[in-house]
C-alpha cells in the first residue's frame, strides 16, 4: 500500500503532487494520506487543499483515503502507528523547506522515518514546482555496494511509468591528497573498475523494471568530492530528479556539517529523493 506523510503546509502540498504519480503507479491506485493534527495547520484550511487534491488524484484514478488523526501522540509515533510495516508498503514524506541556517533533512520527522526501517520511505524535496510529480529524467547515484542496487528498486518500479531516460552515476571516492597525485593511467583503472559496476547495476535494473538501453545509461567518475559530481551529472545530463540512497552510515553524517545527503539537497538545482528501501 501507498501513504503520504502530509503535514499541509505549502511545501507539502508540492510533495502531494508526487504522490499521486506514484499511487497511480500502484495496482490498487490508492493513495492514503496520513495527516497528523498539530494546530498549524487550521480545518478549514486543511479541508480546501483535501479538495484540490481530490480533484487532482480523480483526474489521475487514483483513489484518495483520507487518515486525519487527531491524537495527543507525537507526530513519528502516531504516522508508524498508522501505517503498516514490511516491504510492500511505501511512505513518501516531505523534506523541510530550503531555510537559511538551517538542515534540509537532519532533525526531521522525514528523517526519523528513514531511520525507522518501517517500510519503504522515500523523502523528497521539491525544487523545480511545475513538474508537478512528473520528472521523466532521472539521475540515480550508486554506491558500489557488492549487493547491488536491490534496496533502490521498490520506489524506483514506481517512477517506471513516466520515465523517459535513466542516468546512472558511481563517483569513485578518493582521498583529496590523492586525487592531487594519481596519474592518468591509474585515474583510467579506477574509472573501468567502477565502468564494470554501474554495468552490472545497468544490467539489474533493465531486467527488474524492463528498461530498454535506449532508456537507461551508466557513467563513472573518480573523485574527492562526491557531492559536487553528483549535483554535475544531474545538471549535465538535463536529470529532473536526483534520486539517492540513505544507509544507516550516511544518514548517521546528517549530524556532522559536511553531510553528503545535505550537500546535495542543499546544491542541486533539481528535486532530490531520499529513500530507504527494506528487504
Request: hydrophobic share 40%; charged share 25%; with cysteine.
Amino acid at each position: 500500500m501507498f501513504y503520504f506523510a502530509y503535514d499541509g503546509s505549502i511545501n507539502g502540498d508540492w510533495v502531494s503532487h508526487y504522490a499521486v504519480q506514484l499511487a497511480a503507479a500502484q495496482v490498487d491506485r490508492q493513495l492514503n494520506l496520513v495527516h497528523v493534527r498539530d494546530g498549524l495547520t487550521q480545518r478549514a484550511e486543511l479541508e480546501e487543499k483535501l479538495r484540490r487534491l481530490r480533484g487532482e488524484c480523480a483526474r489521475a484514478g487514483v483513489e484518495v483515503v483520507p487518515h486525519i488523526l487527531d491524537t495527543d501522540r507525537q507526530v513519528l509515533p502516531a504516522v508508524l502507528a498508522r501505517v503498516p510495516g514490511g516491504p510492500e508498503h511505501f511512505l513518501l514524506c516531505g523534506t523541510r523547506a530550503r531555510q537559511r541556517q538551517r538542515a534540509i533533512l537532519s532533525g526531521t520527522i522525514s528523517e526519523q522515518l528513514l531511520r525507522s526501517g518501517h517500510c519503504n520511505v522515500l523523502a523528497l524535496r521539491v525544487v523545480q514546482t511545475g513538474l508537478l510529480g512528473l520528472p521523466r529524467r532521472l539521475l540515480l547515484p550508486v554506491a558500489g555496494h557488492p549487493r547491488g542496487f536491490r534496496a533502490g528498486l521498490p520506489f524506483l518500479r514506481l517512477f517506471v511509468p513516466q520515465l523517459s531516460h535513466l542516468h546512472i552515476l558511481l563517483v569513485v571516492r578518493v582521498s583529496r591528497w590523492k586525487a592531487w597525485r594519481l596519474s592518468h593511467e591509474a585515474t583510467e583503472r579506477l574509472r573501468a573498475s567502477g565502468r564494470l559496476y554501474c554495468e552490472r547495476v545497468e544490467r539489474e535494473v533493465g531486467e527488474q523494471l524492463g528498461l530498454g538501453a535506449k532508456i537507461v545509461d551508466a557513467q563513472s567518475v573518480v573523485s574527492d568530492n562526491v557531492p559536487n559530481e553528483i549535483v554535475l551529472a544531474a545538471n549535465k545530463t538535463k536529470s529532473r530528479l536526483i534520486y539517492m540512497g540513505a544507509s544507516e552510515r550516511n544518514l548517521s553524517e546528517l549530524l556532522l556539517s559536511g553531510s553528503p545527503i545535505e550537500q546535495v539537497l542543499r546544491d542541486a538545482t533539481c528535486d532530490v529523493a531520499v529513500y530507504r528501501g527494506i528487504e
